[in-house]
């Protein structure tokens, strides 16, 4: 996929375009490490649960709190990362030989799409996420603020329309898809 | 009609909540309003079924009225969470009088501002279920697995040694069968929703606490309703709704216990003198869940947890004078 | 326009745009929305939408989910899928076939290890491939066997499909993996047996290998020690009521990590590209969630399936038509898309369509995964075809489509099989007491 197939006059544009898509990349691998950070936490927390409970016969009330909290890190900023590497199903039924210029436009088009998409999601979920900050909701049992649980989710939506919308811009300037 | 009110609550359409408690108010309201009045009750398998957010979309003015349980999410009521305290509550016609006219009198400070009150209301004292471990004293609740409905309890458990275990309501059965948990702390209703009386042998039936209900319209949307309207809402919500609520949880609670008693299951009843006991042993857990209060900004809790002891006397001896 | 054409119009929109190479995500999450603006007033639409995201991603028994990504992919980075297939070659490759059975038989073991299908198919791929066509096994039979073997990932046992079809039917996840035991096995023998006739009929597909003597026997069959631990601990701890799903989940997890560690394969690579590979799939998942809490919200807001329901039981179809067709339609369907997409675009209305005319959920579930997984093989969009080409670039998928062909025949009868038999399904969870409510 990496063959550019028509490079334009403006070689700087170019590598600033390829130059951002490589920084937005590496931004999304640092938080998916985070976030797989966060699930190797809720194993842990799961696992501690476990002994905790059958050799001290007493119960661990956070347990369920404390995995969700890490799993939704998890989850969240799994999202831009499989956007970044295009781990997102596709359905190929055509192959990219046929209908060449309207595929072109289709392939333009899906990560402009998706961004408008993200951005549109964060838009709505910020709202909500305010709502809840503005009466101070808290987990069940540990009284985690729930602000917390939306953060990981709105920081995750945002990575994403940032990531689809340079993906876009580096179709535009280079053809390379993904 | 003229005018679409929607009301929305989060149990499934066979519930008593739909069946014999809004359907039949929606129509009292629709007769009363000579059909200028329509309305629309949206229940738990709808996109307003939520129980998180009934009173959110209340205030949202998607939704015009909703019922919701004071408890989930947790912290939006403190003050009025006091009537959940342990052993206070025994009865939903008293439970219910009591949370009332704590509103009526101005006990539960900001609690609802913003909101149109229909109706506040408790449930039927919740009882311990257990499998094969019989809690017929204190000491029996040690070391017991139980699930918990909300913080109070499982602050009451733990102050009896008993492990609080929170579970979703479709995680019971399996939780129960598998001995995951010895038992739980809930009503009849859903100890009947989740056919759990199959699995289960005893029900001690200690009035151990009750949960607190809401029944909130959007205020803005009520004043924006013509005269006659608000009067129809006015004369079937309040005090001749409240009154309702023992009855219908006698009649919603009767199917749970029959359920057991028809698996051959133990009822075990706490007197009142055992029950006063269990309530003295609990008095430091009451006193420090109270105290936390004032950081959630509750002026004074003791007070209010004072006039809810003398309102449930009160109503008690109205209501059951003559059960025992 | 009645609002249950909308529905349907945008469950055809969905499928098109998906079609069109749109991330099947996007394209089910773009018709929810648009869907959803149509039938609702705005304030009603954006207050209810706001909250779908969060929910399709925050509820405690999703975290299985990423938990059985991460004990497969590490598993299958600790050797552990070496050794099974090794140690099952010792008993059996130098029979005629011997070694493409073996590649199913481990399929089927690493099957319980692993909940996701093209990880088991990716994860056999790098193992038994190399070795079967070193032997001079033919590329058709080398590749399919594999690619079949990969969908035991799912059908056995955890099983990422039937994770999410429990959360989102509110059956049990222990019932349902229990179900899918059964016709799990099923499916081993019946691909093991198709390999033999193919065999029978055309020994020149495999040459014979040689015989491994007892004494190396014994010591194949004890490498295979942290497979069977795994999946002592995993599978046999859910069955023995020691373990909720997501405390499973999470020892297998923890589990496969530690055995990585062990046999000294954790390295900082490995632990940087199981760590990308876990994101990646977590991602993928998860967002699809995503667009399907919100396609679905419109499906169901559109009134579309309590209509479809009413429409097939008022005519008075058999049940085991409406079955057959439902089924039809998901093997054509899968032709063309993923499983997971097809399941999540689909379950709604298909699960009442079904259990309006009295299937059992438990028994629907396990059927429904294993028609789905065929999707899989069958070209021309076959994902573990893919996949085998992603491990061996010389194989086309002509040969491999010819391949498949008596495996998807032994797909066909375990299918016919539980339909006539549904006791393969629904005796284990009877036996272990799951269910109920
Ligand atoms: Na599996
Ligand atoms: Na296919």
Partial sequence: MNQPTHIRDEPQLYAAVRRLDHIMTRITDIFAFAGMTALIGAIAVVVADIVWRRIGGQSFIGAVDLTQFCVMAAASWAIPHAFSTGAHVTVDLFGKRIFRRFFYIIDALIPLTGAALMAFLFYLSWGRAMEQLAYGDVSQNLAIPMILFWVFLLSGLALSTLVCFVKFLKFVFTGETI | AEITLKISHYLPPSHGFQKDFLEPWAKQLEEKTHGKVEVKIYDATSAFGKIDRQADQVRAGVIDMAVGLNGIPRDRYPAASIIEMPFLVKYADSGSETLWNLYKEGMLGSDYKDFKVLALFTHEGGLIHTLDKPVRSLEDLKGLRLRTPSPAVSAMLESYGASPVGLPPSAIYENLQKGNIDGLVTTWDLVNAVKANELLKYHTDAGAYVAGFYFLMNQKKFDSLPEDVRKAIDEISGDPLVAKFGGWWDKWEAAGKADAVKHGNEIIKIDDKTRAEWKDAVQPMIKEYLEGLKAKGVKDPEAIYQRAQELVTQFDTKYHAGDK | ?437
């Fill in chain 3, 1 to 437: 326009m009645a609002t249950e054409w909308a529905g349907l119009i945008g469950f055809v929109v969905a499928l098109g745009l998906a079609l069109l190479r749109v991330p099947v995500a996007v394209a089910m999450a773009l018709v929810g929305i648009g869907g959803t603006l149509m039938l609702m007033d705005w304030s009603s639409a954006s207050y209810v939408m706001a909250s779908l995201p969060f929910e399709a991603i925050f509820p405690y028994g999703l975290s299985v989910v990423p938990l059985f990504i991460f004990m497969g992919v590490f598993a299958s980075h600790s050797g552990l899928s070496g050794n099974l297939f090794r140690g099952i070659t010792a008993f059996a490759g130098h029979r005629r076939g011997g070694l493409a059975a073996s590649s199913v038989g481990a399929s089927a073991i690493f099957g319980a290890i692993c909940g996701s299908s093209l990880a088991t198919c990716a994860t056999m791929g790098r193992v038994a491939l190399p070795e079967m066509q070193s032997r001079g096994y033919a590329k058709s039979l080398a590749g399919a066997s594999i690619a079949a073997g990969g969908t035991l990932g799912v059908l056995i046992p955890p099983s990422i499909l039937l994770v999410i079809y429990a959360l989102m039917t509110e059956q049990s996840i222990g019932a349902l993996f229990a179900g899918a035991m059964i016709p799990g096995v099923l499916a081993t023998v019946l691909y093991i047996i198709s390999i033999r006739l193919q065999v029978m009929r055309k020994p020149e597909l495999a040459p014979v290998s040689d015989y491994t003597p007892w004494s190396q026997r014994w010591g194949a069959l004890l490498r295979m020690w942290d497979a069977i631990v795994l999946i002592l601990l995993v599978i046999g701890g859910i069955y023995a009521g020691l373990f909720s799903p997501t405390e499973a989940a999470a020892v297998g997890a923890g589990g496969a990590l530690l055995f990585a560690f062990i046999r000294k394969k954790l390295t900082w690579t490995v632990l940087r590209s199981g760590i990308r590979e876990t994101a990646g799939m977590t991602g993928m998942i998860f967002l699809i969630l995503i667009g399907a809490s919100l396609f679905n919200f419109f499906i169901e807001t559109s009134g579309l399936t309590q209509t479809l329901v009413n429409w097939i039981t008022s005519q008075g179809f058999s049940p085991l038509a409406v079955l057959i067709s439902l089924l039809v339609f998901y093997v054509v369907l899968g032709c063309f898309m993923d499983s997971l997409s097809m399941i999540l675009l689909t379950v709604v209305p298909a699960y009442s369509v079904i259990t309006g005319v009295g299937y059992d959920p438990v028994w629907f579930g396990v059927v429904l995964v294993s028609v789905v997984e065929i999707g899989l093989i069958t070209p021309p969009i076959g994902m573990n075809l893919f996949i085998i080409q992603g491990v061996a670039p010389d194989m086309n998928i002509a040969t491999l489509s010819r391949g498949i062909l008596p495996f998807l025949a032994a797909d066909f009868i375990r299918v016919v099989l539980m339909i006539a038999i549904p006791g393969l399904i629904m005796w284990l969870p009877q036996m272990l007491g799951l269910g109920g409510y």
